[in-house]
């Protein structure tokens, strides 16, 4: 089970911070990632954090500009977004994977979101 806050409508340029609360598993032992999707669209990989959050990776369109955290003693994750543009307009969700990935393969089953708007 996962709950994803912080979203907002925001101007380009601007900072947000969504957060992603995990409960009925053990955080710890899973990694952690973010996604996002637009309607009509597939669903687009954003950024993965190992079990520890010492390693990170990032789709390039984000690569920069967001920075993906956690606290396993919270079992919490976040999503740090700086210098956002229009195009990263979309519901932002959050998922685990029991492997380290770049991608959205191995993921389970993606939170229900927080909306993400960005006005030019």
């Known amino acids: 089970q996962f709950v994803e806050s912080g979203g907002g409508s925001v101007q380009a340029g601007d900072s947000l911070r969504l957060s992603c609360a995990a409960s009925g598993q053990s955080f710890h032992n899973y990694v952690g990632g973010w996604s996002r999707q637009t309607p009509g669209k597939e669903r687009e990989f954003v950024a993965v954090?190992?079990?520890?959050?010492?390693?990170?990776y990032y789709a390039e369109s984000v690569k920069g500009r967001f920075t993906i955290s956690r606290d396993n003693d919270k079992n919490m994750m976040y999503l740090q977004m700086n210098s956002l543009k229009p195009e990263d307009t979309a519901i932002y969700s959050c998922?685990?994977?029991?492997?380290?990935?770049?991608?959205?393969?191995?993921?389970?089953?993606w939170g229900t979101g927080t909306q993400v708007t960005v006005s030019s």
């Open positions: 954090v190992s079990f520890r959050g010492d390693w990170t």
């Open positions: 998922a685990t994977s029991p492997h380290l990935t770049r991608s959205l393969a191995g993921f389970g089953s």
